[in-house]
């Protein structure tokens, strides 16, 4: 017991709150009750599964009471789980989750930017603080005797007291400051709980006073009688017939268990009855979670039985790819007592899993066939993880494929697989795309030159996860995928006129080969390139150069020997002038720039750029 300071990241964080220019103050009491909701629904799991809390007489409720006389306040009690003086301290004190932490590092400084991501990142209980002098919280914990009340003003300390409550639960209660002062009507209370809450599932009652008068003129006395009124349906929205829920209805929903401030894009709702009874309610945010590329996100599914809330800490119920999903799962046949260890093994859960996501990729392909504009803002947001599925999801591949986009050498924007499929030539024989890490790069890259001159399209794959996600898929459709700047994609372009052009250079080609014998697994002649004098390839067997990267960024140290293959321009004039270079160092010199120049176009490092200079100094004093 006695005075604590709040963690530095919450003093901060709290800064921002009370001096922001939020511009949604009345979310604090959707968050309170929402905070609310999670206890009670901890408490009833628990007095229905576990033996130590079967006896108590569990009644879920949420009330909320206001004063807006000389003091103006506004509380929220509940009768859920309670907290301990250990659980006031670290949940209310402390980065109790990774959302908070990264808020704070998420802060730019500027202070009408920062307050738009406290929606974004749900910062939750804090926030009362916008509208708030002085917060105090009195908790007694299920199955403990003693409670205790935590005081804050939110300037930099928090104090912990033993302190009187009879029943469990918590009870929270804001002295308003003068912005909050207008909070503490009846009306307001209502619209809000409207707006926000009203379907949180256990019943909201809003306690107030209501001015009775009795005689007239001056024998007329005022009298205030207690009210007490149930403001919420207390239903769980999603066991509702579809036809009686408006969008308005889900999009309060959403925001109530997302802890964003903005409508989601779209939302899924599934009752299913048969041999299996189940409903799932999923949401696809507008965008995308901060936590969506850490490895430790937080799940955003919750698990019902029965509308019994089971956890939201279960990453098994979909996919990783599909974490940026949000909603509930609700399963009439499991069994109350499931735990984790269950949950992954359990085969009702994993039909539930499989359908849901079965049902969540073909609404994407609804969306992405009939709202262009809308699948675009969704794939901004989510495209990358979607590309994740490709490599995860084998079972699903074929209908993600329909769903991923790239870049295109002939197409603005983005395009999918299918429309390059309809745009190919009459003769073309593979989807041909290239990948590494620059657009411009790409785009510049020799390798193209063939390809634009007979007016082949070629998807640039400019993300890291391309490359590995590729090596997953060697067919669209009936469709080849061929890498332009791999060996055995080349072999596509070439017609009888260039094998014989082949012939012609071979001596110089083995000349070329015998100086760069230690760099280069083979040099040859090209068909691919039409101005540029040479490029590089992988061979088809041999990991790329973007995914040699990879292995690189990832830290692995045994990466795999391999080396390039050079081509060369048999039409360039440099290639037609080497060939009747008789001095061997100037021809070392020439025949090492091509192979240079090659891998800086590519994006790869020279090995040692000292001597690539010093070759250059001898060319250009040569020219002068």
Sequence with gaps: MGKYKFQAEVSRMLHLIIHSLYSHPE????????????????????????????GFAFIPKIDISFKNHKQHTISVSDTGIGMSAEDLEKNLGTIA?????????????????????????GVGFYSSFMVADRIEVTSLKAGEEKAHRWI???????????????????EVTLYLNEDGKKFAERWQIENIIQKYSNHIAFPIFLHYQESRFKGEGEKRIEKKENKVEQINSASALWMRPKSKI????????????????????????????????????????????????????????????RRVFITDDEKELLPTYLRF?????????????????????????????????????NELKKIARHNMSKYENFYKEFGRPIKEGLFQDSANRDTLLELVRFKSTSQEGLTSLNSYKERMLSDQKA??????????????????EAYKKRGIEVLIMDDEIDEIIISVID?????????????????????????????????????????????????????????????????????????????????????????????VNPNHEIIKKLGDIKDEELFGDISRLLYEQALLIEGIEVKNPAQLVGRLNRMINLAL
């Design 431 to 448: 989807i041909y795309y290239i990948t590494g890490e620059n657009e411009a790069n790409l785009k510049a890259s020799p390798l193209l």
């Design 325 to 361: 999903i949000q909603g509930i799962i609700d399963s009439d046949d499991l069994p109350l007592n499931v735990n984790r260890e269950i949950l992954q093994q359990n085969k009702i859960l994993a039909k539930i899993r499989s359908t849901a996501v079965k049902k969540i990729l």
């Design 246 to 305: 408006t969008d308005e209805d889900y999009n309060s929903f959403y925001k109530t268990i997302s802890h964003d401030n903005e409508d989601p894009l779209h939302f899924i709702h599934t009752q299913v009855e048969g041999a299996l009874q189940y409903t799932t309610l999923f949401y696809i945010p507008s965008k995308a979670p901060f936590d969506l590329y850490f490895a430790n996100y937080r799940p955003g599914v919750k698990l019902y039985v």
């Design 97 to 121: 989750s990774s959302g908070t932490q990264h808020f704070v590092e998420s802060l730019s400084g500027d202070v009408k930017t920062d307050s738009n991501l406290i929606g974004q990142f």
């Design 152 to 170: 804050s003003d939110g300037q930099g300390e928090f104090e912990i007291t033993e302190a009187e409550k009879k029943q469990p639960g918590t």
């Design 27 to 54: 979310v604090f009491l959707r968050e309170l009750i929402s905070n609310a909701s999670d206890a009670l629904d901890r408490l009833r799991y628990l007095t229905l599964t576990d033996d130590d809390y079967k």
């Design 475 to 567: 067919r669209y459709k009936d469709t080849e995928l061929k890498a332009i700047n791999r060996s055995d994609a080349a072999e596509d372009l070439k017609s009888e006129e260039d094998k014989k052009e082949e012939k012609t250079i071979t001596p110089l080609v083995k000349r070329i080969a015998r100086v760069l014998k230690d760099d280069v697994k083979e040099v040859r002649a090209s068909t691919a390139l039409i101005d540029s004098p040479s490029c590089i390839l992988a061979d088809e067997k041999d990991p790329s150069f973007q995914m040699q990267q990879i292995f690189k960024a990832m830290g692995q140290k045994e990466i795999p020997a391999t080396k390039p293959i050079l081509e």
